[in-house]
């Protein structure tokens, strides 16, 4: 399968479509590497991620080069990604700590109880193409590792080098073979790990449609899933909101990653009373972005992932026309010098978006903002929670009140206040809500040490001389 430059539509590399007994060696590999890698002390598995967090950080220029190339995100875009990897690792390696159990001397009478956290088995990670370090190698694998378990990465196949770099700097900081098995291959192959006994938990991030399948299936298979799916993230502006720099934190997070990111802010409901000019100030910042090549490190707008993505977004442009929203900003026909052949789409702006027009209401994935009009805070919340997506909902204001009101009424799952990309950092779980998440442990944070590992409780006693004769043993035994 050909793997494409976004930032100049010409091809770069090629990655295997892997067969259907390619992906079922890859999960052969992981089941017989498990008991041993299980029995590993976590002391010693963790000295593997803090080399291979080492390594992050002497490669990271490189890191970052394969993921703007492969990827469209520009740099310091890039960049992130690869700190995400850094980030997640650093607190997998507090899994001594994290997976230590609970225990109680003399539960009942002569009884003790110890609970341990043990690792599951072979987990499979199935990675989308927009984060290309973040999700597969810092949401997926290093609690997976950390906690003994093995893993079987299915990589975008758009996107699998920044990846398999990665895997390259843990067979350099000593993984042993067979704990993380990576395959690229298409959703038939694929499918093998929602339902092959040997798997134990399916990790996903992409599409609602397809995270609700992956959830069906795999859940029917008896495998625990987190499922983390599309949004359509809302911000409520209000009239104290100081609307220059909330603005520049809107363009940021809705023109960031050009869009390509569940955690982007594609819609602003905006007080009437301030919509007019938070409508002009939007159209001048953004205008002010510079699109161009990824690598490019004076870029701030980089292409959307391929030539097929590109044609779906500018369709839904032509769709939000069609259906009655005011363009106040027309992104579609950028042209880059000596890039001609990428997938560039320019910041593209609605405004007077209302109820029913689906350009305000499902996922674009590109650099579309909406802008929807209301008289208040109490209508600008009925309307973001009308949405069927969760993932995060943002106000701008500076009344405590309002953030505290909004804070605890809202459905969003991440909630910023003042805050345009409310992703908290890695120590704590991606807590997406309604249909943007399937499954009921969220990735990373502690939500992440749960998903992958399971409870043990062991019961002791021990006898004494009278005890030992002892012809009464109760029907509860302890337990009571």
């Not at 740099?75 to 995400?84: F, M, P, R, S, V």
């Not at 700097?169 to 098995?181: S, T």
Request: with cysteine; proline share 5%; net charge negative.
């Amino acid at each position: 399968m050909d793997i494409m430059d976004p930032s100049t539509g010409t091809v770069i590399a090629q990655t295997p479509c892997c067969t259907q007994e390619e992906v079922e060696l890859a999960v052969k590999a992981a089941n017989d590497a498990f008991p041993a890698w299980s029995d590993t002390p976590a002391i010693k598995r963790v000295q593997i991620l803090y080399k291979f967090r080492s390594l992050v950080e002497e490669h990271l220029d490189e890191l970052t080069y394969i993921c703007a190339r492969e990827n469209g995100k520009v740099w310091e875009e890039a960049k992130g990604d690869i700190l995400k990897v850094k980030e997640i690792t650093e607190h997998a390696c507090g899994i001594p700590s994290l997976m230590m159990g609970e225990s109680l001397m003399n539960t009942s009478a002569g009884y003790d109880t110890v609970l341990y956290r043990e690792p599951v088995g072979v987990f499979a990670g199935i990675a989308p193409f927009n984060f290309p370090g973040m999700i597969p190698m810092g949401w997926m694998m290093p609690l997976c590792i950390a906690t003994g378990n093995t893993m079987v990465l299915k990589l975008a196949s758009m996107t699998p080098m920044t990846s398999i770099r990665c895997l390259e700097l843990m067979q350099e900081a000593g993984l042993p073979a067979g704990v993380i098995n990576a395959v690229t291959c298409s959703r038939n192959e694929a499918e093998i790990l929602l339902t092959d006994p040997a798997i134990r938990g399916v990790s996903f991030v992409g599409s609602t449609s397809i995270g609700a399948h992956v959830y069906k299936t795999a859940a029917a298979s008896g495998k625990r899933v987190q499922a983390l799916t599309e949004a359509k993230n809302h911000a409520l502006v209000l009239e104290d909101a100081p609307l220059e720099r909330t603005a520049r934190g809107i363009i940021n997070a809705t023109f960031g990653c050009a869009g390509e990111r569940c955690m982007a802010l594609p819609v602003v409901v905006a007080q009437e009373s301030i919509a007019d000019k938070l409508t002009g100030l939007l159209v001048k910042y953004a205008k002010e972005l510079k699109i161009g090549p990824a690598y490019d490190r004076t870029s701030t707008l980089g292409p959307v992932i391929s030539s097929s993505h590109k044609e779906w977004v500018l369709n839904w442009i032509g769709k939000g026309i069609s259906e009655g929203a005011k363009l106040v900003l027309d992104g579609r026909d950028v042209k880059v010098d000596g890039n001609e052949g990428g997938y560039y789409i320019g910041p593209t702006i609605f405004d007077h978006v209302t109820s029913g027009m689906t350009v305000g209401d499902d996922e674009i994935f590109g650099p579309v903002l909406c802008i929807k009009r209301v008289k208040d805070f109490e209508e600008g919340l009925a309307v973001m929670n009308a949405n069927r997506f969760a993932n995060g909902s943002v106000i701008f204001t500076q009344s405590g009140y309002y953030s505290r009101e909004f804070a605890k009424r809202t459905d969003g799952g991440m909630v910023g206040i003042n805050v345009g990309i409310p992703v908290p950092v890695g120590i704590f779980p991606f807590t997406g809500h309604k249909q943007s998440f399937f499954g009921d442990l969220h990735a990373i944070g502690k939500d992440g040490v749960r998903f992958f590992t399971e409870t043990k409780a062991v019961t002791t006693r021990w006898f004494d001389d009278a005890e030992k004769n002892n012809k009464n043993v109760s029907t509860w035994d302890g337990s009571l």
